[in-house]
């Protein structure tokens, strides 16, 4: 069984940085993808940023793309996200997702992900 556990949101102003964690257990695929998607309230699940086993691949949102980075640390199986110049707009639960890597557009789609973590609240104050 697949367990995600994400950390690092909080409350920043505008401007400012923050940096989540995503810790997966129970991962046995080997070319698996890990992704981080956001949801605001009242608003559909949203890519944001998608990172592939080797890490030799990465795809972005357009509306992040420049501002945060995706990276991985595939011994600990963990996938990080670094967010900069954070916006008001960015406000919303942050999501880490594991599954298979089916390629950078198709690892963008929710229904690509049958494992989910329980999500990191990020608040950006203006």
């Known amino acids: 069984q697949v367990q995600l556990v994400e950390s690092g949101g909080g409350l920043v102003q505008a401007g400012g940085s923050l940096r989540l964690s995503c810790a997966a257990s129970?991962?046995?695929?080997?070319?698996?993808?890990m992704a981080w998607f956001r949801q605001a309230p009242g608003e559909e699940r949203e890519f944001v940023a998608v990172?592939?086993?080797?890490?030799?691949?990465?795809y972005y949102a357009d509306s992040v793309k420049g501002r945060f980075t995706i990276s991985r640390d595939s011994a600990k199986k963990t996938a990080f996200l670094q967010m900069n110049s954070l916006k008001p707009e960015d406000t919303a639960v942050y999501y880490c997702?594991?599954?298979?890597?089916?390629?950078?557009?198709?690892?963008?789609?929710?229904?690509?992900?049958?494992?989910w973590g329980q999500g990191t609240q990020v608040t950006v104050s203006s």
């Open positions: 997702a594991a599954d298979l890597w089916r390629g950078p557009v198709d690892s963008a789609s929710t229904t690509g992900y049958r494992n």
């Open positions: 129970g991962l046995t695929i080997t070319n698996y993808a």
């Open positions: 990172i592939n086993w080797s890490g030799r691949s990465t």
